[in-house]
């Protein structure tokens, strides 16, 4: 995804935490890969919907109960674009917006933009490397409301960006509805993204989210007031945003940075910084942390540090 | 709406910014209007309805695959409250609460009391106004499941007054199911009210909010313990409460206060302060301002003051 | 429910609260019932079915509208777990997980599990003794999606039990969306429970919730980082846990402890203790209180105390 | 209805069976009843939706599995002809064709209408007394699709009146599609219509039916060649159709004539006479019979003359 | 099933061509077998079962598009009654017929009658042995809306008898409309039933049909007037009626009888003899024949006759 | 269609009929089109579909309430087999054939097979020119199940041919439900079809039916016995079948032939001529006839004839 907000929000390509960033979990040697998942590479897309299909074909075996949803959503598709596809269809539609509809508009965006495939893949792939509860790829495809809200937000985006407005709107609204993930179509939202949880989710028109970010719920990037223009946050690659972080304005979160659960953030807060706290208040960061927050998904790591702080 | 908390919470209706607020946003001699919109004129909600069909049909000859979505929602319809009751009828409805049954309340509820439909109107003025992002009337009668949620909530009132609780209830619990927003059927809410993203809002038995709030998502309400009566806030005209904000027991937020995001709030708040922080604290105001915080959505314009405060 | 985490979690069984917690509203002399609801006694049962047959009855003759509804959903039903299991059903289907299969499950789970039929008999005790607003028992049992979500999270933690882990989270993921309460099913939640408003709960897998705790919205009980392991809060009996309360890591939270509302807890709470403010502080509690207040529901005692703390 | 095919389709109204033909089947004295029903009278729509509420409370009682289907359908509703407008408005219902939108539609034309009205109450009275597997009168309100299908049909042949054509043909779709009864819009029926099991029935776009007509299943009146016009058949009043008959063309079925069962017609019939067989021949009737066979019911009174014809 | 209508309409068991009818199509030895399927035999249910499980796999494997409805129907059930009444639950409903409501009483129906199950697997045998077009049980179970009409009248001809009378109508009346079969619920019917294709069948009140009978489409057994009491035909065992024959009236179609399509038949037609025409008559029979012709299907064997005869 | 059946049953294309049959309605020069539709031409396919988006915008001008609906199903889509696709799949989809997965099938074999789309414009523009009720292109597309039913089994007959059997047999069974029309996937049907009424026709699995045959409701093309193998009829072109025909047998129907409603063929009928009753006699027919019984739609110019004979 293409930052428009310069340097300090994007992480260093050389940094040795980027050899290993989102490297498929049973990676061994995934230090050689310089930058990983390659932009719009197939590789990963065919890999990771063979693993899709094998936990689906798996579960389908061991659970007779849900082998129908499993056939439906995935062992009865050619792809992982259709059965994405589907799955947001049925999931979405409503009795005036039909599962149709809905299902060519994505069968025909996710065709039409292999970036928003890749997208969708490298999101997989951060949810299975980050998050301890998540019990596979499929799990992450079919039961994820984060993932399938990021998904849906990235067509809606590509309509947006079509001037297709009233059509992203109604995605959107659709979204806020069934998910609770609230996503205005225009804002830029990088890859590698997890939302988890992420009920209660807000993210302004304005807003920029970079690559590898972790966002849990309750998250607001929010504006101010009612001027219109360029009023929400800026959000650097790697950054971890704790549950019911609220980032107001115009501000830029840096690369590697880390906001605590429950901060209230009205400023900028520097690359690999930490803030925490209502109002929020820098409280430095390890320099020599070799693994982006939004990655390592330590959210706490700072509790030290913060009664150090307040006390 | 008539407050009961008495005159703090109303605002001073000779005050110079009551002379625009909510005024139709092209609008242009509006400071000859002493008190707009008018209670239960009809006049705003024809202009408001033709707009909002004008857009429809400018949506639905740009944009065919949401033509039968549009015509469905609000261009078959005779009026504004025919196609909020068919529009919330197809929201609310579930397996065992068919949408024809909704329909006939809405319809009904609608028909027989103006101040409910005026409401609406008012409403609707607000989000275009103050929402940045609100591309429309249209928009908003369709997709701002605050709204929606409000209007329900309005109908719902309406029969809790007529002691058909149990209906008024189940109301109330589809809303929240559905919108993620949940508002007693007893809480008396004006009119020109904003819930914006409204994911999460919720609002007690005996809370009262006055005319031209504006309430952003995660917004509480809330009582305190468990004994019966009067206890939740009362939120005064014009008030702006930010993302995230947590208001408890029988307090008052007077007219044109504005509680920050993310603020614990167990005090009251006088007109025209802002209250910050968890808990929160009071840091004043500027007494010049002519524009509601309800109103202007200023969020931020506290962060000078705060951090003053704070350091 | 076993709490795995020792004695200081777990409230006195001799202390004299528990002589009269969730004893039926109308008993009178609960006091000589030394320990409340008996587990997995079927009498508390077949008087709270009665008595929302009763309710039902009663609403379905005043209200005609609401009366296939309440038919629907109660009055059809020879039993609760049957009712519940209905309702569930309906409310947690989609088009690709079909109502008839729903049901099944959880008529069977139901029926092989008394211990989760008394954990609801509790749970609707509960909510009706603790909360103000809570209209009946029938109130409870058909509209209020905190006790629904739990209903479901107990059968998905059978499931989970019985290593049928793509079916439980399966189960989860529709929770998370019809219900916007998120809880991994391998959280072990106790009876009594009170899932306040319940927009936005998220509890994590290795959570422990104990007994009569109740938590209101947007509390979440996260985890830390993405080390897999015992890495989630524990919660002792009688807690109550305030509106947007976040408290991560492998934390005690003492029996009897209150957590105010929009606290960041990432530190232990000991019994009785009260946790605010962000990150929270402890600002001790009345040792001679009687009731705990998972159970009185006092959320604002405190704020006295905090005052006195903080200036 | 007015016939438009003159006098011999017309029963003789000073004829003894007028005067006890579809009385009311408790009616004792209905011999001084000249003309019974009186052309929209309300008299008996009141009796009659007095029967039905009574008919569903009973049942509803007696079986619980149906209650909530009762309430729906009959209990909840003011009268006859919004219980009427609800269960065809959700049994004709598609995705693309929302129930409240026929509602709508059916509420405002049964409002329009009253002789719609008087006409369906007249259909109920004739199942009542003509079929004796006719349970009550809710039984033939909620469950015979002949009785549905004639009450939609009519509701289909005031928007093709009021040049609705595309509105009207939807209609007949829907009726052919879920009932399998398949009536021209434009087709003018009278009033004392049962349409018996009804499956396959096809009555074409010029036919007109009288009044106290019964039709069997796999009755067609149909047309012949593809030249416009007047081109189907006319039935007199009174007239009795057998199962599988075919008619064709523009013939007339006088007044009190006999159609046998599985009979092709392609000849007019006179009053009171009998056609029977394929192709149909006259087999004259029994001129001092004072029951008109449409009410009778009497379709193998022939059986000895036709033997004697045949040997 | 006991016919009440006397020994001529009972086929001869110690006749040879009992030997063989019905026998499992792949069974060599099925002569030595005296009356096949052996009442209420649980064995033939769990070959039957078998095998639809085996055929469910084997397309559910080749089709994947179909495999989610096979495991939906089929393979996530643990019996046959179960998938049975699934599959009628969710063909059946309606919006105000809820699925789980109808499959739970098909669920209690089924277990509490071991015959209708008995009845049930010999109707599926029948088809498999009798129609050259069934491409197996799964098949007939999954698409015969003649085979699943005649289930669900089972089900209704149980309640009837416990004098469930508005449930049994209201079940009938689904029946009608979904699968256009009209089967009184007080008819009684045999096992063995072949309904082939079977849009338009319609069974009278009082028609009792044998066992082993093979009922083409559009046949009517129908009553005359509207007299009540025993008025509908009393059709044998190994009766065939061809498509469009109409048999009106309480008249003895004799065992192994043959009705030719679109006959009209008003008389008793006697055992092993055929009736064609309309009005019928009788055109002998090969009493010579082993094979009784509900089970043979031959429809045509007496075109040569017929031509004798007429010419 | 290649008729296996061999010449007379094939339509002399030299004949003059041919060159002005099927031709547009408006087209006045038609004769010199030597043979129309031309076999897989586009250019009736974009003619009819522009003729159909005409009609189905008047239709949503005049009549708001279908609006929603004509968007839904032909103005927001892009070609007349995306608009056949959606609608079969929102009119056949059920609880466990999800409408997307239909709607992909439709898609993809339109996509794939040109003569299947040519064999549906040319059915429009048989229904168009043969039935003086149809309304328009829009009106048959959208309401006449014949056309619907026979659409789908072109599908259903593509995948039989590509032994995708189950698959076929759902699709019949779907269609046999939905629309009362049965016909077996295997069965061959040609192009320029009227299926009129549709109701209850059934056709066999060996049937055979040729280029320009109109057929009316009831009409069965039927197996005799149960023997494996060809035995279903073989219908020429131009052929004309009246209500409620019933063809037994592999007999062959010749080229413009003509079947008298309520027919019971057993026998041949050689070209152009006409046979009727039951049993069906031949009455011959005008040689001289320049137009087809099957585009004529004429049923009843053999009552003269019949009379004669008869008499």
């Not at 792809?79 to 299902?103: E, G, P, V």
């Not at 998540?134 to 992450?140: D, I, L």
């Not at 659709?174 to 890859?191: L, N, Q, S, T, Y």
């Not at 959210?299 to 913060?306: L, N, R």
Request: net charge neutral; with cysteine.
């Amino acid at each position: 995804m293409a930052m428009t907000a310069g340097q300090p929000l994007r992480a260093d390509p050389t940094h040795p935490q980027w050899a290993r960033r989102s490297s498929p979990p049973a990676a061994l040697d995934a230090g050689v890969v310089p930058s990983y998942p390659p932009p719009e590479s197939d590789g990963d897309e065919s890999w990771v919907w063979s693993q899709i299909k094998a936990e689906a074909r798996r579960d389908a075996e061991a659970e007779p109960a849900l082998a129908s949803f499993l056939y439906a959503t995935v062992l009865s598709h050619p792809s992982l674009d259709r059965s994405l596809a589907f799955h947001l269809a049925n999931k979405l539609c409503s009795s005036t917006l039909l599962s149709t509809l809905l299902y060519d508009l994505f069968v025909a965006s996710l065709a039409a933009h292999p970036s928003v495939r890749a997208a969708a893949v490298a999101d997989l792939l951060a949810a299975r490397s980050r998050d301890p509860a998540c019990a596979g790829f499929a799990h992450c495809l079919l039961n994820y409301k984060g993932f399938l809200a990021v998904q849906a937000h990235r067509v809606a985006h590509v309509l947006w960006a079509q001037s297709r407005r009233a059509l992203a709107l109604a995605l959107q609204s659709r979204v806020a509805e069934v998910f609770a993930v609230d996503i205005h179509p225009a804002a830029a939202i990088g890859k590698g993204i997890l939302l988890d949880h992420a009920t209660g989710v807000v993210i302004g028109e304005t807003a920029v989210v970079g690559d590898n970010v972790s966002i849990l719920h309750h998250v607001t990037l929010g504006g101010t007031g009612k001027a219109v223009g360029d009023r929400h946050p800026k959000i650097g690659d790697g950054v971890l945003i704790g549950a019911g972080a609220t980032i107001l304005g115009n501000v830029r979160i840096g690369a590697g940075a880390k906001v605590g659960a429950g901060s209230v953030v009205l400023i900028d807060v520097p690359p690999r910084n930490t803030a925490v706290g209502n109002p929020a208040r820098l409280i430095g960061g390890k320099k020599g942390e070799d693994v982006m927050p939004g990655e390592s998904m330590d959210h706490t790591s700072f509790i030290q540090q913060w009664s150090d702080y307040i006390i």
